[in-house]
Nanobody, 122 residues
Framework: QVQLVESGGGLVQPGGSLRLSCAAS????????MRWYRQYPGKQRELVAT???????NYADSVKGRFTISRDNAKNTVYLQMNSLKYEDTAVYYC????????????????WGQGTQVTVSS
């Protein structure tokens, strides 16, 4: 019983910035990797960025140098700072977390946020 709630999406001009947040709550024992995905209409969801429990990060080539993923373990929250936004960044963004609960332990299960719309338009 874990919920991920996203916020921070909206409309921004090309070259602008947005900061997405995703807070996890519920019966959480621990959270390992946290990720951001995005999905264009009619397309499969694609991985944007990953951050491990130790803070190691990976990015899709399309966002490398522009986006920064971070996390606050005390708040069970992952962030995505998006700078120098382009038209092609327009998508629904989803957060994802590998969560271990009291009942699932030691197994991890993936949980997803509801998605937040990011629109880059002039």
């Amino acid at each position: 019983q874990v919920q991920l709630v996203e916020s921070g999406g909206g409309l921004v001009q090309p070259g602008g910035s947005l900061r997405l947040s995703c807070a996890a709550s519920g019966s959480i024992f621990s959270i390992n990797a946290m990720r951001w995905y995005r999905q264009y209409p009619g397309k499969q969801r694609e991985l944007v960025a990953t951050i491990t429990s130790g803070g190691s990060t990976n990015y899709a080539d399309s966002v490398k140098g522009r986006f920064t993923i971070s996390r606050d373990n005390a708040k069970n929250t992952v962030y995505l700072q998006m700078n120098s936004l382009k038209y092609e960044d327009t998508a629904v963004y989803y957060c994802n977390a590998d969560v271990r609960t009291r009942t699932s332990w030691p197994s991890e299960l993936p949980y997803w946020g509801q998605g937040t719309q990011v629109t880059v338009s002039s």
